[in-house]
């Protein structure tokens, strides 16, 4: 059925592919910006103008956000991940807004993602080099049809890039062998979190290391409802949220090495045991995931926040006793 409703989304968007050239949109490209922020800085500055005051450091690692299709850099999907590294205050952070270009109808921003990305990297790279940071301090991260630009901007940077991260890249109107889809050339490491396979996201295997938290495919849990409400955007949400929370607690989701047909099948094999050692590989799916991760992983998640179950994981069964423990620890009812 979801594969069903996700074709019927491409078929709905491909009829209403804009074919006017690039060209024409010159004026919604020429407003992409990049904007530098801190916790130290009551208000956010353009890249372009920008000038380092003495607080600044280039030997911290530079994150840089790009929000998904009919969003902007204040969106809320994107907002949770900005906030934890403001509060961390242990890197520099920059973020995209290419809000002209992604409030246009879905097809034509989609046909418009590397013009973008092209734009984000030019920024980018001149930032970096005029404040000596290297390539291998740069670590992007985008949602959605924003996870695709990210791959875009890495290809920009010619695959030097540290690390790209895609939170539920798009699904619409990408196929497996889309050239301007992120996948492990990008970056020197490529990590991928899928929540709305099928859907608003993809279930293709784009990075080094690709994760399905509950398979990956919606619901999510506690988007049963909200996706009907709002036509998915729960499911395809919950990646940036799990990302966000991961920034200040690394060992929130713990992942277990788990083949597609597991991961399908939720299968309880996957995942670290309370009571016993795994035999298989985990590793803590996020920000402070490890760049040696090879694969596809799975893990559990509960239906609010915190989102992470860390090494209760195995058993979350709602009928265990240790289900109820946890949920009585953080007071999810």
């Not at 083949?259 to 309370?274: M, N």
Request: glycine fraction near 8%; charge should be negative; hydrophobic fraction near 40%.
């Amino acid at each position: 059925m979801g594969a069903l409703v996700g074709s019927v989304f491409v078929l709905l968007f491909a009829l209403t592919i804009d074919t006017t050239t690039v060209s024409n949109y010159d004026p919604e490209l020429s407003e992409v910006k990049l904007y530098f922020f801190s916790p130290w800085l009551k208000y956010e500055r353009d890249v372009e103008t920008f000038e380092a005051p003495p607080q600044f450091d280039p030997r911290r690692q530079l994150k840089v956000l790009i929000h998904g299709w009919n969003a902007d850099r204040n969106h809320i999907s994107m907002l949770p991940i900005r906030t934890a590294y403001l509060v961390q205050d242990a890197h520099n952070l920059l973020v995209a807004d290419w809000s002209h270009v992604a409030y246009l109808l879905y097809p034509t921003a989609r046909d418009l993602a590397v013009p973008v990305a092209n734009r984000i990297g030019s920024m980018l790279v001149r930032f970096i080099e005029r404040l000596a940071i290297d390539h291998s301090q740069v670590h992007v991260i985008g949602h959605s049809l924003g996870a695709h630009i990210a791959g875009s901007v890495g290809r920009y940077c010619g695959g030097k890039l540290s690390r790209v991260t895609a939170l539920d890249p798009a699904g619409p109107l990408f196929e497996l062998e889309s050239k301007d889809a992120v996948g492990p050339d990008v970056a020197g490491f490529v990590d991928v979190i899928h929540t709305d396979g099928l859907m608003l996201g993809e279930d293709i295997i784009r990075g080094h290391a690709d994760f399905f938290p509950n398979s990956g495919l919606p619901p999510q849990p506690g988007c049963e409802i909200l996706d009907i409400v709002t036509l998915h955007a729960c499911s395809h949400w919950r990646a940036t949220g799990f990302f966000a929370e991961s920034i200040p607690l690394p060992g929130s989701f713990i992942a277990c090495a788990c083949s597609r047909e597991e991961i399908s099948r939720k299968d309880a094999i996957c995942l670290p045991d309370v009571r016993d050692t795994s035999l298989r590989e985990c590793v803590t799916m996020g920000e402070a995931l490890d760049r040696s991760a090879r694969g596809t992983f799975f893990t559990r998640t509960s239906r609010a926040p915190p989102f992470g179950l860390g090494n209760h994981t195995a058993s979350m069964d709602p009928t265990s006793k240790i289900y109820r423990h946890v949920l009585a620890e953080r007071s999810f009812d």
